[in-house]
């Protein structure tokens, strides 16, 4: 079983600065199989990132993905108000099938 | 725009079944490429996936729950469900229903992500 882990657990920024957080694999998984994701309170995650790079649609290109292998980080140029929320890695398997998901980074003020 | 939408009672008592509708709008669970999942928070947690189903009506579930969990489609409906059997209080949790997308991946398997989410719907297993 593939487990992710993300760091740093909290990230305390300022509107305007940089984000940069990780999520790191068990073991060695393919790129395409990467996937984030936004969750604000009260509300269902929103998918930002798949493909460990591609952003999904009308996500803003503040947001960028990269990464292989065992290490994969969301970058956030930029801090807008609107993005003091939770990020989760998740990956997928296909044999047998699943997803599992890092457990979540929460970039506050 | 496609849409979910989670149904389903609020409080379920320990030991009986949790059922979850979800109804899909905008889109067609008879559609190929797309599988129809449910995954669950538990309060201040991380998220679970719990299993899915294709339109081909298999179906594929978390070995930590494969035991207890059932999904279902219902295509005159346009509607996937959920059940839980005999729930305990680490069942309560906030449950969403969501799609899974195909993306091909040249060379290798295909890979799925999540577009699009339900609101969610929280539920108490409680005496």
């Known amino acids: 079983e593939i487990v992710l882990t993300q760091s740093p657990g909290t990230l305390s920024l300022s509107p305007g600065e940089r984000a940069t957080l990780s999520c790191r694999a068990s073991q060695g998984v393919s790129s395409s199989y990467l996937a984030w994701y936004q969750q604000k309170p009260g509300r269902a995650p929103r998918l930002l990132i798949y493909?460990?790079?591609t952003r999904a649609t009308g996500i803003p290109d503040r947001f960028s993905g990269s990464g292989s292998g065992t290490d994969f980080t969301l970058t956030i140029s930029r801090l807008e108000p609107e993005d003091f929320a939770v990020y989760y890695c998740q990956h997928y398997i296909n044999s047998p099938r699943g997803f599992t998901f890092g457990p979540g980074t929460k970039v506050d003020i | 725009q496609v849409q979910l939408q989670e149904s389903g009672p609020g409080l379920v008592k320990p030991s009986q079944t949790l059922s979850l509708t979800c109804t899909v709008s905008g889109g067609s669970v008879s559609s190929s490429g797309y599988y129809w999942s449910w995954i669950r928070q538990h309060p201040g947690k991380g998220l679970e996936w719990i299993g899915d189903?294709?339109?081909?009506?298999?179906?594929y579930y978390n070995p930590s729950l494969k035991s207890v969990v059932t999904i279902s489609l219902d295509t005159s409906k346009n509607q996937f469900s959920l059940r839980l059997s005999s729930v305990t209080a680490a069942d309560t949790a906030m449950y969403y229903c969501a799609r899974a997308r195909r993306l091909v991946v040249v060379g290798a398997a295909d890979t799925y992500y999540f577009d699009y989410w339900g609101q969610g719907t929280l539920v108490t297993v409680s005496s």
């Open positions: 493909g460990a790079s």
């Open positions: 189903i294709y339109s081909s009506r298999s179906t």
